[in-house]
């Protein structure tokens, strides 16, 4: 849900869609209802086309940090494979100018202020789906959603506390992904029941492909959270992803998650996206690193 590798809190950091930061409600245009406007993704093609790009404040995961899911997206969308793994070393600032660079090797990286490396992708082995397990029915993840919400405001922060992510915020449909997982009993994953929001669609109706990896990022956290030992205040160290068919917007999906391996610090969980029949649209992998151990017995700082 973070997007640095590095221990900084960040949050439920999902990453935004590349776009100058122009989301006033008149540059929306009639009909958006709070959502990004077609502008705001219009100028992010164009700016990413002379490699450069900005991060708008819709696609933050804590306040002023960009959401790692979001990132990842974009970067995968400038790197030329069918499946890439993106690495986060630094938190992702919004609402200013960032780099993009192309890598040897089909690759691209994101730099911020300095030069100082933010993001990197590089192409990488799909994602296997022989290890996905089936889908949960539409059923059982609406049921999960609705515990979810039965829990109270909660959060990935240290202490628990809910921020407005765009992942998995308590933010309307046409301003964040709501990916609000709680386990689906008797199974060691968690779900939850959505419908993609239009306000994130491309031409044809379907989802964005930077939003689709953004859907990715959360689920693996709550499963983490969940079913595993991930502790609240993590990182997201690295994402990878293999986008298998669309998400048309406007019609139930079902996102799962859950544990694959855990050592030390670090935690790695799968993770997919669904239609309401069980049919796979994408299928990914996690990595999560725990915050260091605070000190005991020392004075603060």
Same mark, same amino acid.
């Given at each position: 849900?973070? =997007? %640095?590798?590095? !221990?900084?809190?960040?949050?439920?950091?999902?990453?935004?869609?590349?776009?100058?930061?122009?989301? *006033?409600?008149?540059?929306?245009?009639?009909?958006?209802?709070?959502?990004?406007?077609?502008?705001?993704?219009?100028?992010?093609?164009?700016?990413?086309?002379?490699?450069?790009?900005?991060?708008?404040?819709?696609?933050?995961?804590?306040?002023?940090?960009?959401? $790692?899911?979001?990132?990842?997206?974009?970067?995968? $969308?400038?790197?030329?494979?069918?499946?890439?793994?993106?690495?986060?070393?630094?938190?992702?600032?919004?609402?200013?100018?960032?780099?993009?660079? &192309?890598?040897?090797?089909?690759?691209?990286?994101?730099?911020?202020?300095?030069?100082?490396?933010?993001?990197?992708?590089?192409?990488?082995?799909?994602?296997?789906?022989?290890?996905?397990? *089936?889908?949960?029915?539409? &059923?059982?993840?609406?049921?999960?959603?609705?515990?979810?919400?039965?829990?109270?405001?909660? !959060?990935?922060?240290?202490?628990?506390?809910?921020? =407005?992510?765009?992942?998995?915020?308590?933010?309307?449909?046409?301003?964040?992904?709501?990916?609000?997982?709680?386990?689906?009993?008797?199974?060691?994953?968690?779900?939850?029941?959505? *419908?993609?929001?239009?306000?994130?669609?491309?031409?044809?109706?379907?989802?964005?492909?930077?939003?689709?990896?953004?859907?990715?990022?959360?689920?693996?956290?709550?499963?983490?959270?969940?079913?595993?030992?991930?502790?609240?205040?993590?990182?997201?160290?690295?994402?990878?992803? *293999?986008?298998?068919?669309?998400?048309?917007?406007?019609?139930?999906?079902?996102?799962?998650?859950?544990?694959?391996?855990?050592?030390?610090?670090?935690?790695?969980?799968?993770? %997919?996206?669904?239609?309401?029949?069980?049919?796979?649209?994408?299928?990914?992998?996690?990595?999560?690193? =725990?915050?260091?151990?605070?000190?005991?017995?020392?004075?603060?700082?």
């Amino acid at each position: 849900m973070t =997007d %640095a590798s590095t !221990g900084t809190d960040m949050g439920t950091g999902m990453e935004t869609n590349a776009g100058t930061e122009t989301s *006033t409600d008149a540059s929306r245009g009639p009909g958006a209802r709070g959502g990004v406007s077609q502008a705001v993704v219009a100028e992010a093609v164009r700016e990413r086309s002379h490699g450069m790009c900005t991060i708008p404040t819709e696609y933050q995961g804590y306040p002023d940090v960009a959401f $790692g899911g979001y990132v990842a997206g974009l970067l995968a $969308g400038c790197a030329s494979a069918g499946t890439v793994r993106v690495d986060f070393r630094a938190a992702t600032p919004v609402g200013v100018p960032l780099r993009l660079a &192309e890598l040897d090797g089909g690759g691209v990286r994101l730099t911020g202020r300095a030069d100082a490396v933010l993001a990197t992708a590089t192409p990488a082995p799909a994602v296997s789906v022989a290890g996905v397990p *089936t889908a949960p029915s539409l &059923e059982r993840a609406r049921a999960a959603t609705e515990a979810f919400h039965a829990g109270g405001l909660t !959060g990935l922060a240290v202490d628990g506390t809910a921020v =407005d992510c765009f992942g998995c915020g308590h933010r309307p449909p046409d301003r964040g992904l709501r990916q609000h997982c709680a386990r689906v009993p008797g199974t060691d994953m968690v779900a939850t029941a959505w *419908t993609p929001h239009p306000a994130f669609a491309d031409a044809r109706g379907q989802l964005r492909t930077e939003v689709l990896w953004a859907v990715l990022d959360c689920p693996t956290a709550w499963a983490g959270i969940h079913v595993g030992t991930l502790r609240p205040g993590a990182v997201t160290a690295s994402l990878t992803a *293999t986008l298998l068919r669309p998400v048309v917007t406007g019609e139930d999906h079902i996102t799962y998650a859950w544990p694959t391996a855990t050592t030390g610090r670090k935690h790695t969980m799968g993770v %997919a996206v669904a239609t309401a029949r069980g049919e796979l649209c994408a299928v990914g992998e996690a990595l999560w690193i =725990d915050p260091r151990p605070r000190a005991t017995g020392g004075s603060a700082g």
